[in-house]
């Protein structure tokens, strides 16, 4: 059998999955692209998480990719301006409940940044300046708890306004426009 492997610039609003089986409306990721019978998302992005999402029909990559031995990157706009303390807070490890129960995040990158990339896109508008300021912080992790990364930037005193995935393994969101689907040839890890 022949697989199909693409990548999605997953826009906000949208959730991870074919199927909703509640009766309120949710917008689905068949809606974008008409993906062949079997496509399954790699992982998840919550309906506010927007950003790269690979999808497969071949249940073999995706839990190739699930793995904790592979990165990914996520770009956090968070509520003011984020310290560098805060950054190195969050590279250590944070405490987060996970089902009702503290978890202690495992050590990961993350960094400051400056400049945002282009390709990410305006967005949804969150706020505007009279709320107060915000930042942007990359954080890089090999795990993937429920709403993880915003967990963990509350728990740093920071909370998360926009969550981009920018990269999983070594594939990059760049490139993509928001709501855009490239097929691709195969999904490459970083293992």
Known sequence: MN????MLHKPHGYLSQFVYELKRKKKLLGELYPFPEGTMAIGRLDEDSEGLLLLTTDGKVSEQVRRKTVEKEYYAQVDGIITQEAVDQLQKGVEIGVNGTKYLTRNCTS???????DYIGPGKRIRDERHGPTSWVSITVTEGKFRQVR???AAVGFPTLRLVRVRV????????NTGEVKEIERIITNE
């Open 169 to 176: 393994g070594e594939m990059q969101l760049e490139g993509l």
């Open 111 to 117: 960094k400051l940044i400056s400049v945002l990339p």
């Open 3 to 6: 697989h199909r492997h693409f």
């Open 151 to 153: 967990k963990m930037t």
